[in-house]
C-alpha cells in the first residue's frame, strides 16, 4: 500500500484515485480539497459587505433631500422668469398700465408655489422697475417667510420713445 506521501504527487503509481482511501469525506484530508464555502467564511463576508453598504446608504436620504432643494430652486427660477416675462410684455403693451399682482401657480399643477409681482415709477426717468419673488408656500400661509425657499428678479423696463424723421 502507498504512504499519503506516494499518493500526492504519484497517483500513478498508486492508483488513480485522488486521495488515499483512509480520507472520507468530512475528514480532514478531504475538506482540504472541498470546493465551496464555509459557513464562517459566508457569515465574514456578509459582515464586510454590511459594514461597506452603511456609509452608502447613510449618503442615500442626503441625495434626496438635495435633489428636493434642487428642484425647489429650479422650479422658482423658472416661475419667477415667466412672470417677468408676462409683466415686461404687459409693460411694453401699455406703458401707464400695472401689470403687478399676487397668485399662485395651480394651473400649472403647482399650488404650492406663489408669486408677487410689483412695479414702480423710477422717479425723473421714463423707466419703471419690475420686481418679481416667486417662493414655496411650504405652511400655506400665502406670505414669503424666510425659511421658505425664495427667488427674485428685478429688471428696468424704459418707455418706447418713437422718432419722427
Known amino acids: 500500500m502507498c504512504s499519503w506521501r506516494k499518493y ?3 497517483s500513478e503509481r498508486c492508483g488513480t484515485q485522488a486521495y488515499p482511501p483512509h480520507a472520507r469525506r468530512g475528514s480532514r484530508l478531504w475538506r482540504g480539497r ?3 464555502l464555509t459557513l464562517a467564511e459566508t ?3 456578509m459582515a464586510i459587505i454590511g459594514l461597506a453598504l452603511v456609509p452608502l446608504m447613510m449618503m442615500l436620504p442626503g441625495g434626496s433631500a438635495a435633489q428636493f432643494h434642487a428642484q425647489r430652486v429650479m422650479l422658482c427660477t423658472l416661475f419667477a422668469e415667466q412672470k417677468m416675462e408676462e409683466a415686461k410684455s404687459a409693460l411694453i403693451a401699455d406703458f401707464n398700465g400695472a401689470p403687478g399682482g399676487e397668485g399662485d401657480f395651480s394651473t400649472d ?5 406663489r408669486y408677487s409681482i410689483s412695479v414702480a415709477d423710477v422717479s425723473g426717468r421714463p423707466l419703471k422697475s419690475i420686481h418679481v419673488l416667486v417662493w414655496a408656500d411650504a ?3 400665502g406670505v414669503a417667510a424666510s425659511h421658505e425657499r425664495q427667488t ?4 428696468l423696463v424704459a418707455r418706447a420713445v418713437s422718432r419722427s424723421g
Do not use: K
Not at 152 to 155: G, K, V, Y
Open 8 to 10: 500526492r504527487g504519484a
Open 34 to 36: 472541498a470546493a465551496g
Open 43 to 45: 457569515v465574514i463576508a
Open 109 to 113: 399643477g403647482y399650488a404650492e408655489y
Open 139 to 141: 405652511n400655506g400661509d
Open 152 to 155: 427674485t428678479l428685478d429688471t
